[in-house]
Structure formats: structure tokens, C-alpha cells
């Protein structure tokens, strides 16, 4: 089954501690991307990443860093959580030139 | 400065009439229209899209308008079902693009 994965899908942390949500698809896409959902302000582009070793920053990269050294898996990683990265998160992924963009189940991330 | 915006928050139908979902751009860079449906514990998922070289798309029960001169595009779901219940979100950008801008979504509830 085409399918993207997220772990965890819900995680609950405190400020500082470092973090690695991770994301795998077995579609063999080549695009990959990070989304946060927050009240109010729908779903913004964190980073993405256009192929293995190529990443660039979406409109809210500020405190998230993400590799991708391979084409399946495209980590996101807080180095020093803070309660404003408190979210719901999405990845996703699609093939260079369709539209169709898949996305995980989410990971809902509670920084205290 | 939101370049994609929703202003219906949430939208209530009864079952067998007409939704409409709003949506405008005020990027006029923007060429490409898409729209995901989104159920609680899941990621969003991707309904219809439109080109701008086109004014209008459909795929069953669910139809894309595009008015480029007023930066607008409206989903039309007839008829409404139950099952329709979700939180629409419209995304845009350029054609091609790896960065689409998501709106905040609308909540369309559709009444049995």
C-alpha cells in the first residue's frame, strides 16, 4: 500500500530536549515536505526537499533543521524545542511533476 | 501577509443541497489551484486541482472554478453527503512548484 509514515504520532516533550520526528515513504517520490498545522493559520511549509541531499526552507524553517540522505526518509529535527513549536505536523510526498501530494497521518508534538 | 485565504472558518449544509468553498489569492504569480479534504487524525488528502489556463474542472460530485481577474477560486460538492464532513483546504502557487501556499481551511459540516 502507497502509504507515508510518521513516528511518533504524538509526542509530548519539555523545552530543550532534543527531537527527531521521522518520515518514510515507500512511493519512491522524489519531492518531500514539512508542514505545521496551527488554529487559525491553516498549514505552513517548514522545509522541503527536492531529491536526496537537496533541501531548501519553506516559510517557517526557523528552529527546525531536516536531512535527506535517503529518497524514502526525510527526518525533522528540533534541536532545542521551545513551546511555540508546540503543532500538529505533516509530512508529505509526490513525484516531481504530478500534483498530487500524499501526505502522513501526522504527529502531534507538545513542547512544555 | 496571507497570500491564500479562506475566510469561512466553517460552512453548515444540509445533505442533497450545493456546498461552495471560498477561496482567494492575491499572488498573481500563482497558476496552479488545488484543493485537499482533511478528516480529524488524518492527513489532508488531495480532492481537485485546476490550471489557470482553464476556468473550471470536474470530477464527479466535486467542481473547481477559477476567476483569475478577482483572484478567486470556489469548490462546488453537489450534492453534499455526510461522508463530506471535513476541513477543506485550498493551496496555490506557481506551476511546477515544490512550495504551495496553503489557506486556513473551512469546516464544512453537511447535515443528515
Known amino acids: 500500500e502507497a502509504q507515508v509514515t510518521q513516528n511518533p504520532r504524538y509526542l509530548i516533550t519539555v523545552t530543550g530536549k532534543k527531537l527527531t520526528v521521522t518520515c518514510s515513504q515507500n512511493?519512491?517520490?522524489?519531492?518531500m515536505s514539512w508542514y505545521r498545522q496551527d488554529p487559525g493559520l491553516g498549514l505552513r511549509q517548514i522545509y522541503y526537499?527536492?531529491?536526496?541531499?537537496?533541501?531548501d526552507k519553506g516559510d517557517v524553517p526557523e528552529g527546525y533543521k531536516v536531512s535527506r540522505k535517503e529518497k524514502r526518509n526525510f527526518p525533522l529535527i528540533l534541536e532545542s524545542p521551545s513551546p511555540n513549536q508546540t503543532s500538529l505536523y505533516f509530512c508529505?510526498?509526490?513525484?516531481?511533476?504530478?500534483?498530487?501530494?500524499?501526505f502522513g497521518p501526522g504527529t502531534r508534538l507538545t513542547v512544555l | 501577509d496571507q497570500q491564500v485565504k479562506q475566510n469561512s472558518p466553517s460552512l453548515s449544509v444540509q445533505e442533497g443541497r450545493i456546498s461552495i468553498l471560498n477561496c482567494d489569492y492575491t499572488?498573481?504569480?500563482?497558476?496552479?489551484f488545488l484543493w485537499y479534504k482533511k478528516y480529524p487524525a488524518e492527513g489532508p488528502t488531495f480532492l481537485i486541482s485546476?490550471?489557470?489556463?482553464?476556468d473550471k474542472n470536474e470530477d464527479g460530485r466535486f467542481t473547481v472554478f477559477l476567476n483569475k481577474s478577482a483572484k478567486h477560486l470556489s469548490l462546488h460538492i453537489v450534492p453534499s453527503q455526510p461522508g463530506d464532513s471535513a476541513v477543506y483546504f485550498c493551496?496555490?502557487?506557481?506551476?511546477?512548484?515544490?512550495?504551495?501556499?496553503f489557506g486556513t481551511g473551512t469546516r464544512l459540516k453537511v447535515l443528515a
Open positions: 508529505a510526498s509526490k513525484q516531481g511533476s504530478t500534483d498530487t501530494q500524499y
Open positions: 499572488n498573481s504569480m500563482f497558476d496552479y
Open positions: 512511493m519512491n517520490h522524489e519531492y
Open positions: 493551496a496555490a502557487g506557481p506551476s511546477g512548484t515544490y512550495k504551495y501556499i
Open positions: 485546476i490550471s489557470s489556463i482553464k
Open positions: 526537499s527536492m531529491n536526496v541531499e537537496v533541501t
